[in-house]
């Protein structure tokens, strides 16, 4: 069994099994290749709770997972992030050498020098529509977007004395989003009289517009991460299986963002958009869990809160007193609907470095970042 003592050597394995390419010590001091010829300055994050560093902490929301076990395992303890430890945005920005982990845009420390390497938007609870995340107060994608253009791009242009156009084609921009609204969909059965196959194409829609705007603006490398199995998620799994209705629904959507990022290509003259399949990496470790080390691939990691009778909660983890398992690292899932630290490096190494076409599509960040 693993406990926290066994890290270093559950690092070693992992890392010799998915990054023989680097060198071993990548994640104590970040390292690429020995190499730094990432092009990338940095990196500008939008999308939901499993992008969200802290954004929600700043904010009026009753989604906000500022309290142990959040953050157990990260080195600053509990800052707002979704899960024991770091993000799949944080091992990406260590993967990519960025020198600190990006700041929250609503952090009112987030100005001036700070945001050279890029800001982070997301907020859990959000999507794409302005609707899925009213309830919580959160800022849509709309409002995300708002906040970049409107508040962190003319402040960079005052930091680096140049034009948008100019520089914005060194950041990446990644989005990760839609989950809360496919879920929004289920909550709200008589809201939408649509289909999922019209509900999901509209929001790659919606998306689609974002990204253009973006382009217009000098932004030319793109990342999209896909909607993970929520049908595998711990709140959704009955009697040890899935829930196929929305996984289907997950697929669905997924299928038309990949579409939308080959439809934007030729649209988009010298942009690179990048499609990582999470669907099938997070659904992978929960096949085949053993060679990477996981060994509960169902349950929350977490003492969860009992929802009230008929409702889906957004209280994740119990807020009083929770138990928490203490094999972090063999848990795929920390709470009812976010992955573990460990899944989080296995998603960001796979995203950075796979070869498989499979999984990231139709290169890998790193080979991004590289252009
Ligand atoms: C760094 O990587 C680039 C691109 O992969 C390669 O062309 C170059 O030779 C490398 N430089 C060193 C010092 O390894
Ligand atoms: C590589 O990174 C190191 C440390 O960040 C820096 O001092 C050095 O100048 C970089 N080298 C190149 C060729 O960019
Ligand atoms: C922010 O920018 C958007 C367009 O991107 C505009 O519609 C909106 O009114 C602006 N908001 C503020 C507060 O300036
Ligand atoms: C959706 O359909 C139901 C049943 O036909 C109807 O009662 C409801 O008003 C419709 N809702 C909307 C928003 O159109
Ligand atoms: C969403 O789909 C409906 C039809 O199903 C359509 O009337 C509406 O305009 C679409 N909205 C967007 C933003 O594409
Ligand atoms: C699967 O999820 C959907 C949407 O939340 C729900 O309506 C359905 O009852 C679930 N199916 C099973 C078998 O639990």
Do not use: W
Not at 37 to 59: C, E, I, P, Q, R
Not at 197 to 219: D, P
């Amino acid at each position: 069994m693993f406990n926290p003592n066994t890290s270093s050597l559950f690092s070693v394995i992992f890392l010799l099994i998915f990054t023989s390419f680097f060198p071993l010590n990548c994640y104590s001091q970040p390292q690429k290749n020995g190499n730094n010829s990432t092009k990338l300055k940095g990196m500008f994050v939008f999308g939901s709770s499993l992008a969200d560093n802290g954004n929600n902490a700043f904010l009026d929301t009753v989604s906000k997972p500022i309290k142990f076990p959040y953050g157990v395992d990260f080195p600053l303890g509990p800052t707002g992030r979704y899960n024991n430890g770091k993000t799949v945005i944080d091992f990406l920005s260590e993967l990519l050498q960025f020198p600190n982990f990006l700041p929250p845009f609503y952090d009112p420390s987030t100005h001036g020098s700070k945001i050279l390497n890029g800001v982070n938007f997301a907020s859990g609870g959000s999507g794409l529509l302005d609707d899925t995340g009213a309830g919580l107060k959160v800022p849509s994608m709309n409002k995300q977007m708002n906040n970049f253009v409107n508040t962190t791009l003319p402040e960079l242009e005052k930091q680096l004395g140049m034009k948008r156009e100019q520089f914005l084609g060194d950041y990446m921009f990644l989005v990760a989003t839609a989950a809360n609204d496919i879920g929004h969909y289920f909550g709200n059965p008589f809201k939408f009289n649509q289909t999922v196959e019209a509900y999901t194409s509209n929001l790659s829609q919606l998306l689609s517009a974002h990204v253009k705007n973006l382009y217009k603006l000098g932004g030319r490398k793109f990342v999209f991460i896909a909607v993970y199995p929520m049908g595998c998620y711990p709140r959704s799994v009955d009697q040890n299986r899935c829930n196929e209705t929305l996984n289907s629904a997950s697929k669905t959507y997924n299928s038309h963002l990949k579409t939308m990022i080959d439809d934007l290509n030729p649209q988009m003259p010298g942009s690179h958009l990048v499609f990582v399949n999470t669907f099938d990496i997070v659904l992978d470790m929960i096949n085949r869990p053993t060679p990477l080390g996981f060994k509960d691939v169902e349950n929350a990691c977490c003492e969860l809160d009992t929802p009230p009778m008929g409702k889906k909660t957004h209280s994740h983890c119990k807020k009083d007193n929770p138990k928490v398992c203490e094999d972090r690292k063999s848990h795929v899932f920390f709470d009812e609907a976010h992955t573990s630290e460990a899944a989080n490096k296995v998603i960001a190494t796979t995203a950075f470095d796979s070869k498989l076409q499979s999984l990231v599509y139709p290169i890998n960040i790193a080979q991004l970042s590289l252009i």
